[in-house]
Nanobody, 127 residues
Framework: QVQLVESGGGLVQAGGSLRLSCAAS????????IAWFRQAAGKEREFVAA????????YVADSLKGRFTISRDNAKNTLYLQMNNLKHDDTAVYYC????????????????????WGQGTQVTVSS
């Protein structure tokens, strides 16, 4: 089982930036398929971005391309989400998710593809 702990959320003005972090333990981090999801109040959990093994192929939700960047530091066992030019609609709880095993490319954007989840970190963007 992978343990995931998110941090870096907070209150930011529209147009500002935040960097979220997800610290992982319990498995070899470099082998993990890992992703970010978010869930706004009253809405379903939504795919944000993912890194798929092997090769760390990058996937980002179409609506977030150009503003959100996912990256990982295997030496620090940490996943990052850089969020720029934040908008009020980006307000949500952001979750880190991981799977220690294969993820089919067609499912990389699905929450069901991941077996481990963090507790989430709140991001609030004021307009």
């Amino acid at each position: 089982q992978v343990q995931l702990v998110e941090s870096g959320g907070g209150l930011v003005q529209a147009g500002g930036s935040l960097r979220l972090s997800c610290a992982a333990s319990g498995r070899t981090f470099s082998r993990l398929n890992i992703a970010w999801f978010r869930q706004a109040a009253g809405k379903e959990r939504e795919f944000v971005a993912a890194l798929k093994r092997p090769g760390d192929n990058t996937y980002v939700a179409d609506s977030l391309k150009g503003r959100f960047t996912i990256s990982r530091d295997n030496a620090k066992n940490t996943l990052y989400l850089q969020m720029n030019n934040l908008k009020h609609d980006d307000t949500a709880v952001y979750y880190c998710a991981a799977r220690d095993g294969g993820v089919i490319t067609s499912t990389v954007r699905s929450p069901g593809a991941y077996s481990s989840w963090g507790q989430g970190t709140q991001v609030t963007v004021s307009s």
